[in-house]
């Protein structure tokens, strides 16, 4: 079937992105069961978990690339399944985890290659993907990296430049797996601040799993804490994480205090010698 | 005709890719693998005009486009038209398709040693082609039955024992270097039992020869490649994508499945056009993809990997003919030779500039 | 946190036991099959007959046993370890499953040694060939090796690889020229690269076994720089692993193994490029399992394979690597669907 615009969005029963009942596994291993997900429209949302609690796959089984053994994944009210591959990728962008530069490619090419879905065989690069590429380079700062070879990047610049390719894609929907991996603080600082930009400005509706707690909490509209493949709690970060939401997630004893800068709640672990204690 | 525009330099970010573009179609290409390529294409046909004018009938290049424009006597044109021209078109034809090739199964891969042997292919064309020269007496046209029933009978037991819930590329180099083992100890031992004159012309045939190469042998490769032109060049954005992983590829709305499918079979069927014109001519298909990588500094790509396969094999039948000129030698020594030597002299150069 | 429950060195050790008796199971098979072929062939003898010519010697059985089965069946074993072993070595040195021996160029090397003696220097036995033999694949192999690391930046795996193919490549241009220009050549030469170990006799294995066993030894030495080596330059030299020179005396092993090896049957391609996957689906990634089964089952698929090709076609031979590959394929098909092929 082929859907060209998507329905306006009041015409919608529901966000633009949910996730009913899903049952992800990988051959005999089961990820998840009965996963249900729901994506606000509009919203910077941070996905935290443990190591291996299934955010990956999670974000994967979103962007149709596990299909899920129950349950399905609704995009603007339509299963993502019935789309064509190339109406999703212009709808809905994914930045994996761990992501392959071929030998030899420059960045400007790598992220040239974002734009797949926009070209059509004859028309391969327009003025608009021109833009995309440019406007990707400079919100990431990569902009003065773009002759240069992909394999010859550090960790933290070649982390950017995927970012790049992932905006140059330029979808309203972009889930991002943990995109500040190998980035110091001021990048980190820097990737987030350019998510909640692209949220503010109303352009996107961005997903991140994210490791850091604190940052997590300070930026997310909306925070989604996961453990064993199901959600635990799910809303603003102000109302959900408390002691006892982190105690059993992270299973880690910890107090929360608030964040000087911004008021969100700041996550601190018990210190070594009173980790039997209890927490206030 | 068509102009080349580069990208709007004067922003912020330069862009390393340039658009080949006219009215509403445009192509994204690099302007060093366009450079690249049109260096190679002018390479090639300066070979091609000495390879027209050299022989027992020796002409000018003068003399050989005069003719070819049909300025000439019926004596020129017999040379150039019927003798000639047909071998230096193979050649150019089945260098294209070799070189596309192993560009196509070098990405797919994603290994610098994949390339079309890899399906089995070649192999199982040698294969059966000794096995129906050899045993079964082969006539005139028999070896290329037998290349070709062999070849894909090969190529589709390779990929149907690599294909378990999809292709993976590892899976299908081990099921193929297994199957490429296997059949090559059976030509030897086929070699080692037939009569000596026969294992003397099943061997040229191995090696890949263009000797007798005429307008018949252009027409099956010529039709192979005008054929698979428009799915090449359709599918080599998707390729590019899927170098960068499954589901990065996915993400972008490459179908990973069926366009790696169809990747495999139209590297199959160039192999196969070029195998049952000239025979399995070994490397041509590992070294042009590498060889115009580092000439043009991106990743493998198929169009310039096609055009430096047929300079590659344009030189060496030049060479097959003049450095030998009585013997008959089979293009695929010197191709060996040279294409051998001539990558391992850009590695040497390279590893001075110290980037790979 | 008390998450974690199993103590490592039971895990380790219940895997230890399994491997330890896999070794000794292996090593039963493989004296089992060396009986066999001392015994069985176009003419079978009695166990007893070939135990008492192997101790006292003084029987009938003498001329056949001693004379022809025992060489034969000593150099399969000591082609079956070099062959599994130098693959190993590649596929470890060069972190690509496509390596095999030949990678190096060893196996051009060789053949364009044996192409010239024959061709130009009028040499026309097997135990003049083995010099020459060896003389070319040492001689590929440094060329390779030098190609691949020259510059600053080492050895690349991709590198000498390419590098590997590109001398093979030119080498086996000009094997098929010279072959192609003489019958004779071309007679001989299709006889030697069929590969197989008919006609072998002791001075053959006399020649080659040094050569064999040096490189076995240099490379048990490596066994742990190897480990280092898998999980990539940068970690490898991280855990203190001397990468250029694992690599520098790889190389070296690899063309003592596999230079004496075809020197001495031929080209035969498929023991070292499969034994290593077939014992990697075994005992997992562990060079220090891998090699000693190596060295076990490498024997053992060419002791069986030269055995067998003496017995389908009896009274005439099929050649030993015509049934290494046709007995090693299917299995190595077999293996590569069944798991998830373990990356190197
Ligand atoms: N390709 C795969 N095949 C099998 N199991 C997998 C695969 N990828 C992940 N898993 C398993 O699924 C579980 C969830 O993994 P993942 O979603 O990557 O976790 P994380 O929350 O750290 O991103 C883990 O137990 C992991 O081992
Ligand atoms: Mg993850």
């Known amino acids: 079937m082929k859907i060209e615009n998507p329905p306006a969005a009041d ?95 420059t960045v400007a090419d790598l992220v040239a290659r974002g734009r797949f879905p926009h070209q059509k ?85 961005i997903v991140v799993v994210l490791h850091e707690l604190n940052l997590a909490a300070r930026y997310a509209t909306h925070l989604i804490a996961m453990r064993d493949g199901s959600v635990v709690a799910g809303g603003s970060p102000k109302e959900i994480v408390t002691p006892e939401l982190i105690e059993k997630v992270y299973q880690l004893p910890c107090s929360i205090i608030d964040d000087p800068e911004t008021g969100t709640p700041l996550v601190i672990p018990a210190a070594r010698n009173r980790t039997g204690a209890r927490c206030t | 005709m068509s102009a080349v525009k580069t990208a709007r330099r004067a922003q912020a970010a330069p862009h390393t890719a340039a658009r080949l573009a006219w009215r509403g179609w445009s192509v994204l290409w690099s302007p060093r693998a366009v450079l690249a390529s049109a260096a190679v294409v002018l390479v090639a046909l300066g070979f091609a005009l000495v390879q027209l004018g050299v022989g027992d009938y020796p002409m000018s290049p003068g003399e050989v486009l005069a003719t070819l424009t049909g300025n000439r006597g019926e004596a020129q044109e017999f040379v150039i038209f019927d003798l000639r021209l047909p071998r230096l078109l193979t050649a150019g034809l089945v260098g294209l398709a070799l ?175 070029a195998v049952a014109t000239a025979g399995p001519i070994a490397f041509v298909a590992l070294a042009a993809p590498q060889i115009m990588r580092r000439l043009t500094g991106g990743s493998v790509s198929i169009v310039p990997a096609a055009l430096m396969g047929a300079l590659i094999l344009i030189v060496s039948d030049l060479a097959a003919q003049r450095v030998w000129p009585d013997s008959q030698m089979p293009v695929g020594i010197p191709t060996l030779c040279i294409g051998g030597t001539y990558l391992a002299w850009l590695l040497y150069q390279q590893s001075r500039a110290s980037r790979l | 946190m008390s998450t974690r429950t199993l103590p490592a060195p039971v895990v380790a050790r219940a895997g230890h036991r399994r491997l330890t008796l896999g070794l000794g199971v292996a090593a039963v098979i493989l004296l089992l099959l060396m009986a066999a072929s001392l015994s069985l062939g176009a003419e079978n003898v009695p166990f007893a007959d070939v135990w008492q010519s192997l101790t006292a010697g003084g029987t009938d059985a003498d001329v056949i046993v001693r004379g022809v089965r025992l060489p034969r069946t000593i150099l399969a074993v000591l082609v079956g370890a070099a062959l599994a072993t130098a693959g190993a070595l590649m596929q470890a040195l060069s972190r690509n499953p496509l390596a095999e021996p030949g990678l190096l160029g060893v196996n051009a090397g060789a053949a364009l040694g044996v192409v010239i003696a024959m061709a130009h220097l009028g040499v026309a036995s097997l135990t003049g060939y083995v010099w020459f033999a060896l003389i070319g694949a040492g001689i590929a192999t440094v060329a390779v090796y030098t190609l691949g690391s020259a ?179 299917p299995v190595f098909v077999y293996l590569i669907r069944r798991r998830r092929m373990a990356g190197l």
């Open chain 1, 11 to 105: 015409a919608l029963p529901g966000n633009r992105l949910r996730a009913h009942n899903l049952s992800l596994r990988y051959g005999e291993r089961v990820v998840a069961e009965n996963l249900s997900i729901d994506i606000p429209d509009g919203s910077l949302t941070m996905i935290v978990g443990p190591n291996a609690c299934g955010k990956s796959t999670l974000l994967r089984a979103l962007a149709r690339l596990l299909p899920p053994e129950r349950g399905s994944v609704v995009l603007d009210g339509e299963d993502i399944a019935k789309y064509p591959s190339k109406e999703v990728a212009r709808r809905l962008g994914l930045l994996p985890q761990t992501s392959i530069a071929p030998d030899g490619i």
């Open chain 1, 121 to 205: 065989f004859l028309r391969q690069w327009s003025a608009d993907d021109d833009v995309a590429v440019t406007n990707a380079l400079e919100r990431t700062n990569t902009g003065d990296l773009a002759t240069r070879y992909v394999d010859e990047l550090s960790g933290g610049q070649r982390q950017r430049v995927w970012l790049a390719m992932a905006l140059a894609q330029e979808t309203p929907l972009l889930l991002l797996d943990e995109p500040t991996t190998y980035l110091d603080i001021t990048h980190q600082v820097e990737v987030l601040d350019l998510c909640a930009e692209l949220q503010e400005s109303g352009e996107r509706t």
């Open chain 2, 99 to 273: 070189g596309a090739s192993g560009a196509i199964f070098q990405s797919v891969t994603r290994n610098p040693l994949g390339s079309p042997e890899i399906m089995g292919f070649t192999m199982g064309a040698s294969a059966g082609a000794v096995a129906m020269v050899l045993v079964f007496g082969g006539q005139e046209g028999s070896g290329m039955a037998g290349a070709l029933i062999g070849g894909f009978a090969t190529a589709a037991t390779v990929y149907g024992l690599a294909n378990r819930r999809g292709i993976q590329g590892f899976r299908l180099i081990l099921v193929g270097v297994a199957a490429t083992a296997l059949l090559d100890s059976l030509i030897s031992y086929l070699l080692l039992r037939a009569r000596l004159q026969d294992a003397e012309s099943a061997y040229t045939w191995l090696v890949g020869s263009l000797n007798g190469a005429d307008w018949q042998q252009v027409q099956i490769i010529g039709l192979t490649v005008i054929v698979m032109i428009v799915p090449v060049l359709a599918i080599g954005n998707q390729m590019r994508l899927l170098e960068m992983g499954d589901d990065l590829a996915q993400g972008l709305g490459v179908r990973v499945k069926p366009t790696r499918l169809r990747l495999l079979l139209i590297g199959t069927v160039l192999c196969a056009g």
């Open chain 3, 151 to 329: 510059g600053t930046a080492g050895a690349s795996p991709a590198r000498l690889a390419l590098a590997g193919a590109a001398i093979t490549a030119a080498l086996t241009g000009v094997i098929s020229a010279i072959v192609l220009l003489s019958s004779t050549v071309f007679n001989g030469f299709r006889a030697w690269s069929v590969g197989t170990l008919s006609g072998r006799t002791a001075p053959v294995v006399i020649q080659v076994a040094p050569f064999i066993v040096v490189g076995i030894v240099l490379t048990l030495f490596l066994v742990s720089s190897l480990n280092a080596l898998a999980l990539g330059e940068d970690a490898a030299k991280g855990l203190g692993a001397n990468v250029g020179r694992t690599r520098l005396l790889g190389v070296v092993a690899t063309t003592l193994l596999c230079g004496a090896a075809t020197a001495a049957a031929g080209p035969i391609s498929f023991v070292g490029l499969v034994v290593p996957h077939m014992v990697r689906t075994f005992t997992g990634p562990d060079h220090r399992w891998l090699l000693p089964y190596c060295l076990l089952a490498g024997p053992i698929l060419m002791v069986a394979a030269d055995l067998a090709g003496r017995l389908i076609a009896r009274p005439g031979e099929l050649p030993t690597a015509l049934v290494t590959a046709i007995v090693g394929a």
